[in-house]
């Protein structure tokens, strides 16, 4: 199973400290439009726009914190698709912004009044240029309990694995899979979606 330990430039402490380590349950298709609603109703623009781009990212927490408006926007306009370097393993990967993300994140940006080069969710703490994988954390764990969830099954790698999940539910597709999520192993993908393939079903 990957590590959930991701730890940023301004924190050398791991967000999941002293907490119970497991692997954590992605989101039901029904889950993830509860909480949606919430952050619209709310009308909380940057928490439905990290909610969002979490979601189609696929992104580790200590990447998706790290986003900066060049790496899914060209001007004014956000990307259809973005390329991110992983702090992990130094590859590339690449996802797909849905049209409802590109919108929370035009509102948000809109908002916040953000610019080239600064990053997408600036931390409202002065001591951090971004906001940390704790601050992270804290989020979904207000998330999942807002819709009545046990937050110690849940954490900031279910948001990687949700869209994961549902893709492969969908497609049966390992390898597609594997790509979205960067993996160099099929054998780490398999583990990460907690399956057991049979035959030709891995190939």
């Known amino acids: ?3 959930a330990i991701c730890l940023t430039q301004e924190s050398k402490t791991p967000w999941n ?3 119970i ?6 989101l039901k298709l029904q889950e993830v439009w509860s909480i949606r609603i919430r952050l619209q109703l709310a009308e909380n623009l940057r928490e439905l726009a990290l909610f969002d781009l979490a979601i189609d990212s696929k992104l580790r927490g200590c990447d998706l914190v790290g986003l900066r408006f060049s ?5 004014p306009t956000i990307m259809h698709r ?7 393993t130094q590859r590339p990967v690449q996802f797909e912004i849905t049209e409802q993300t590109r ?3 035009a509102a948000w940006i809109v908002h916040a009044n953000l610019k080239d080069g600064q990053f997408i969710f600036p931390s409202r703490k002065h001591a951090s240029p971004h906001l940390s994988t704790r601050q992270y954390a804290r989020i979904v764990e207000r998330w999942v309990i807002s819709i009545g969830l046990d937050p110690s099954s849940y954490g900031t790698h279910t948001m990687r694995r949700t869209k994961a999940t549902l893709i492969y539910k969908r497609t049966k597709n ?10 160099t192993k099929l054998e780490s993908t398999v583990r990460y979606l907690g399956i057991e393939v049979f035959g030709d ?3």
Do not use: C, F, T, Y
């Open 201 to 203: 079903r891995s190939r």
């Open 174 to 183: 390992i390898r597609a899979v594997q790509l979205l999520l960067g993996h």
């Open 1 to 3: 199973m990957e590590s």
């Open 17 to 19: 400290k002293d907490k």
């Open 71 to 75: 790496d899914i926007a060209h001007g």
């Open 103 to 105: 919108e929370a994140l």
């Open 21 to 26: 380590i497991g692997q954590k349950r992605p």
């Open 82 to 88: 973005a390329i991110v370097l992983q702090q992990k």
